[in-house]
C-alpha cells in the first residue's frame, strides 16, 4: 500500500509521473471523467479546511468518484473518544482512499498503519501538509518550465510556516536551486531545517530581513503570513509588519518572469492591488493543486493493490538488533505535546535512526528529536 | 457572466421563463436528469439554513450533477480571515456556480464581481433572498393560473421580514396587484419600501392591523413569523401575538380558493390543523422551490459563457463624469454595520444614484441610502 | 408506507430476506451498483454520530443514489425551532428516504408519521436502534452460520446500552438461545427487560458479575462500555473497571469459534492486542452494518409505493371504543422528559394498550410505562 504522508515518500521520478498526469488532465479532462467511478474518497478533517477539503472533494468529482466524510471534530466519532486507529480501519470499511486533516503530528501516519486503504496527509498541525507542496510544484513547473535551476525566495513567517519547510524539502533534491530566507529575526527558518537540508545538500543560500534588496534576483516569491501573536512585544509586529506585505511598489525592480505563490488563505500579506499583476499565480496555484490531487488519487488507487510498506508489527521485527538499532521500540517516549503520541491509546512509541555517525533518533510520528 | 443577487435583476419575461422550465420539469423530470453531468453546486453558506441548502442540493443532484461546499462558517476558511472576494476566486477553481449565504448584506454581490462562475444569492442577512422569491412566485402561478389581477396579503412581521419585501418588489411589476398589509404597529412595512416600491408604481394597498377584517378579501395570504425578542414591551407582544396565529377559525370568513404561503420554517403562527386545509400550500412550496432552483441553475450556466456584467474595474470607468454622477467610488462611505463593506478588506465603497430628481445615491451591496 | 423505527417492526422473515440481500450484494456487488440511481437519501443527524452516518452514505453510494442532510443539529432549521414533523414534510419534498439520529426518544416514529417517504431511525436517544442490530445480526449469522441454538453472553453496561436491549429483543424470537448477562451490579439489565422479554418468552439467562467464570460457554460475546459517570460512587468504577476489559488473558479459556462484537467506537473497553485474534469480529461488523443498510434501503425504497401503515389521523379513529382501548390520544402525559412529547408542538399525546391483562399502557413515542 503507497501512502502519501511525507513529500519526501516520493521520489522525484514519482513526483514528475504526478506532474505529467496532471498535465493530462489539464489538456484533456473529459479522458478523466470515469475513472473513479464507483470509487468513494473519505475526507476526514479533525479541523476545518475549507480550501484543501474542497480541493480534494472537486478532485474526486471529476474523476467520477464520489465523496463521504466531516469537516471538523465535533461532528466526528472523536469525540467520544475514539482512536486515529479505530477511525481508520472503520473508514476502511466504507471508502477506498482517505484525505486527513488533524491537528496532532503524525496522525494520518497512524491512520495508514491501520487502514487497509491509501492514506494521503491533507495536513497534520505545524509538520507536514505535502499535497500543498504538490500544488506549489507543478505551479512552479508550469509557469517557469522546469524545478531546479532558480532562485526561490521564501518571505514572511518561516519559523512556523510548514509548507516553507515542505517545499525547501521539495526543491532541495533538484539541480540548481538558490534559496532566499526573507523573515523578521523573530520568525526565521528553524536552524535543523538549515543544517539538515540546505547544509547537508550543499545548498546554497541567504537570509535577510529586507525583502526589496533581494527582490530582483528572484524567479519564485513564496508569500507566507506573519501573525501578530507570533510577536512577543507588539512594538516589535507594528514596526516589521509593513516591510513583509506585498504592494506593487515593491515589484518594481523585480524580473518580469518572476512568480508570486502563496498557500492561501491570505489575510492582507498580499495587496488585492497585487492580484491584477500577470506574475501573481496564487490563484492559480488553487486550480494547479486541484489537478495534482486528482493525480495522486489516481495514482495511490493504481498502487492499492499491493500489501502494506509499513507496519506496527513490521517495526517490532526489526528493533533492538544492535547496538545502534534502526528503531527502539516503547524505549524512548516522545516528549512533543503536539505529537498523537500525547493523545492515542495503546501506541508504540517508536524512535527512528535517521543519522548514524551522531546517533540521531526522531520520533516516528512526528520526528521531533530523541533528547 | 448572470447571477441573481436580486430579483429584480431578470425580467418579468425571464421569470417566466424559469416558471416555464420549472413546469416542463414537473412534467417531464426524466429529460433533466443529465443535464448537469459533470457539473459542481458549491453551497457556500456561512450562516446555516438546511432548508435552503438542501432545496440547492436536491435541486443540483436531480439534474445530475454534484455539489460540494460548507453549511456554516465554523467550517469554512473565513474563520481564518480569508475575504469574500479571495473565497469567490478559489472556490471558481473546484465548481461550476455558487449558492451563498451569508450574514452581511451584498456578500454575494462582493463574490460575484470576483468570481468566474455565476452566483446566486441564498440569503443575505435581512437583504434578499431571491430564490425564496422564485419558490413563492411559481406557487402562486401553479395555484391561481397568473401573476396578477389579485389581492395579497402580508401577514406579521412586515418589518424585517426580507421575503415580503423581496416579493412586493417582485409582483409590484405585475398589472392588478392589490396589496393589504396585516401587522402589528411595532412590525409594519418600512415607509421606504412603501415608498419606493407601491407609491412609486401606484400599487394600491391598505395598512391594517386586523387580520379577519380583511381575509373574506384576499387571493393570497403570505403569513410570516411575529418574533417576540422585535418587541421592546413584552407585555405588548403577549396581547398581540393570537391576533397573527392563523388558526382554521380564522380562514371561516377567506375565499374557497384562496392560497395560503410561509417561507418557512414555521414556529407555531400557523396551527398545524392548518395543514389539512386544501388552501394550504406552503410544503407545495417547499416543492416549488426546488423545481425553481433547477430553472435557475440550469438558465446560469447555459448562460455562463459571456462575460462579466459587471466589475469593480467597469465601476472605476464610469465614476464621476458629471455632477451627479452614476457611481460614487471610494467618495462616501456606508455606515450599515450590517453591510458588508464593514468586514471585507480592500473593498471598493461604491453608491449608485438610484433617483436623479432627489439625488438619491444608495450603496451597491446593501442598497442603504446615503446620508 | 413501510418505515424502520424499531427491530419488531420487522418479521424473522423479513428480517432473513434483508440478510439474504446482504449476503447477495457480497458476492455480487456489480449487479447493485445502479439500483438507486436518480434517489436520494437524506441523512438527518440531530446529533452526530460519524460511524452511522458515514455508513448509511457509503451504502447509498455503493447502490448509485446520493445523500443530501446535516450531521448535527446547529446547523439545522431545528436551531431555529422547527418541529420533526415540519422537518419531515419538508424534506419529503427533496429526497427519497430518510435516515434519522435524534437525542428525543421517538423523534423518528414522529418523522415517519408525518413524511410521505420512508423513515429509518438511526438512534433515538437511549431508545432504539435498529440498524446496529441489522449488522449484529448479520454478523452473528455469517460468522456462526445460524441465529438460534447458541449462548450469547453481553458484557458492560447492560443497563444504558441500547444496542444490547435491541438486540436480546431480535435474538428472543429464535429458537435455542441462552442468555448471559455478565455486568457490575449498578450496570444491570433493567428488570422490565428480563420481564418483557425473557421471562415471557421463556428464554433461559443466567445474570452474574464474572466475565471470565462464563467465557467458556459463549458462542457469542457482545462487549459494552463501561462509562465512568455511570457510577455514583467513584471508588467502585475504579474497582470494577478493570473486570470488564476484555484482554487476550482473559480469553484463554474461550471457545475457539467464540466470536466478539461491539457496537464501536470503543475507548479502552477492549484492548488493541485483541484486534488480532481471529475471534475478534467488530471490524467486521461494520462492514456487514453497510451491508444490511444497503439491503434496508432497497427494501424501503420497494416498498415505498404502498401508503401509510400509520397516522395520527388512522390513530384517533381507534381511540376510546372500550374500557380498556387500544389506543389512548390525549388522555395521558408522558412524563419521560427525553421523549419527544417534551419538546415537539402540538404532537399528540398517545398511549397504546401494550398488556390487557394488566391494562398496561405505554406511550406510543418512548414506550415508557404509563403511571
Known amino acids: 500500500m503507497r501512502n502519501l504522508i511525507n513529500i519526501l515518500d516520493f521520489s522525484t521520478e514519482e513526483l514528475q509521473g504526478l506532474m505529467d498526469t496532471a498535465n493530462d488532465i489539464i489538456d484533456h479532462p473529459e479522458t478523466y471523467r470515469e475513472r473513479c467511478k464507483g470509487k468513494k474518497l473519505a475526507t476526514l478533517f479533525f479541523e476545518p479546511s475549507t480550501r484543501t477539503r474542497l480541493s480534494f ?58 487502514a487497509s486503504i491509501p492514506v494521503i496527509n491533507a495536513g497534520d498541525g505545524g509538520h507536514n501538509h505535502p499535497t500543498q507542496t504538490l500544488a506549489d510544484l507543478l505551479t512552479i513547473y508550469r509557469e517557469k518550465g ?28 533538484y539541480e540548481g536551486i538558490k534559496i532566499v530566507l526573507i523573515s523578521p529575526d523573530e520568525l526565521k527558518l528553524p536552524s535543523y531545517v538549515k543544517k539538515d537540508i540546505l547544509k547537508e545538500r550543499g545548498i546554497p543560500y541567504e537570509q535577510t530581513t529586507d525583502l526589496e534588496a533581494f527582490m530582483p534576483e528572484l524567479d519564485v516569491l513564496y508569500m507566507t503570513r506573519v501573525q501578530r501573536e507570533r510577536f512577543p512585544n507588539q512594538d516589535d509586529y507594528l514596526r516589521l509588519k509593513d516591510s513583509y506585505i506585498l504592494t506593487p511598489d515593491k515589484l518594481q525592480n523585480a524580473k518580469s518572469d518572476l512568480i508570486i505563490l502563496h498557500p492561501l488563505p491570505r ?8 492580484d491584477k499583476d500577470p506574475r501573481a499565480c496564487y490563484f492559480k496555484q488553487v486550480l494547479y493543486g486541484k489537478y495534482m490531487r486528482m493525480a495522486l488519487i489516481l495514482k495511490l488507487l493504481k498502487e492499492a493493490q499491493k500489501s502494506y510498506a509499513l507496519s506496527c508489527d513490521d517495526i ?28 492515542e491509546r495503546e501506541l508504540k512509541h517508536i524512535f527512528k535512526l535517521t543519522d548514524r555517525e551522531n546517533r540521531v533518533y526522531r520520533c516516528l510520528y512526528c520526528e521531533a528529536k530523541a533528547e
Open 57 to 114: 472533494e472537486a478532485a474526486m468529482y471529476e474523476l467520477g468518484g464520489n465523496v463521504i466524510g466531516f469537516s471538523e471534530a465535533q461532528s466526528s466519532s472523536a469525540a467520544k473518544g475514539e482512536s486515529v486507529a479505530d477511525t481508520a480501519k472503520v473508514i476502511s470499511c466504507y471508502a477506498d482512499i482517505i484525505a486527513m486533516r488533524h491537528p496532532k503530528e503524525g496522525a494520518p501516519l497512524v491512520a495508514s498503519m491501520n
Open 146 to 173: 522546469r524545478l531546479g535551476n532558480m532562485t526561490v525566495g521564501f518571505c514572511g513567517d518561516l519559523k512556523y510556516g510548514r509548507t516553507v519547510h515542505s517545499l525547501i524539502n521539495a526543491l532541495a533534491r
Open 267 to 274: 489575510v492582507n500579506e498580499i495587496s488585492v492591488e497585487v
Open 316 to 343: 517490532t521485527v526489526i528493533e533492538k538488533k544492535t547496538d545502534t538499532p534502526e528503531c527502539l521500540v516503547n524505549v524512548l517516549h516522545c516528549n512533543n505535546p503536539r505529537c498523537i503520541t500525547s493523545t
